[in-house]
């Protein structure tokens, strides 16, 4: 996974903000320019919305379909208005909220779990057509173990929180996370 420059991160935050604003307003994301280097890698992302200390929003892909700043500014706004757990956001909220961004590594399988490190990977879980995600960050702000963040990505999912156990497969990644 590629390192982004301090100057890709702001770009993606900004575009982010102006998606949701663009959105908001009925009209079409506006792109400065074309880019190029990491920004039109096809790398997954993950966009959360916050309001102060308060999830607002957090939607994403594992499978990107087009250039980071493309699945950015998709993700932003699929965050603000399509997030089934929240009322999407209003205009008059846009100034208040802050955007978070987690840039995905590909996935990879699971066979040992003690390979997990909490902090690092984020997991995602699946058994038939159930599948289920949680970044990285989650099992640090709730100070989960790895058995635990295991348990709650298969909630997630909808599973069982031992499906882990019991056939479902895991998956890891890592993520550049930025607010």
Request: proline share 7%; aromatic share 6%.
């Amino acid at each position: 996974m590629p390192q982004l420059s301090n100057q890709d991160r702001e770009t993606l935050l900004q575009i982010a903000r102006d998606s949701v604003q663009a959105h908001l307003e009925d009209q079409q994301p506006q792109f400065p320019e074309t880019f190029s280097g990491n920004l039109s890698e096809p790398l997954a992302v993950f966009v959360s919305i916050h309001h102060g200390p308060r999830l607002r929003g957090c939607i994403g892909t594992i499978d990107p379909q087009g250039p980071l700043y493309r699945n950015v500014s998709g993700c932003a706004i699929a965050a603000a208005s399509r997030d089934s757990r929240f009322k999407p956001i209003r205009l008059s909220e846009l100034s208040d909220v802050e955007f978070e961004i987690s840039v995905l590594s590909p996935i990879e399988i699971v066979t040992d779990f003690s390979t997990i490190e909490i902090g690092t990977h984020g997991l995602v879980v699946s058994k038939g057509n159930a599948r289920g995600l949680l970044l990285p960050q989650v099992a640090i702000q709730h100070q989960w173990s790895r058995e635990e963040f295991l348990g709650e990505t298969c909630r997630k999912a909808g599973l069982p929180p031992t499906a882990w156990k019991q056939g479902a497969t895991v998956h890891r990644f890592t993520a550049e996370v930025f607010p």
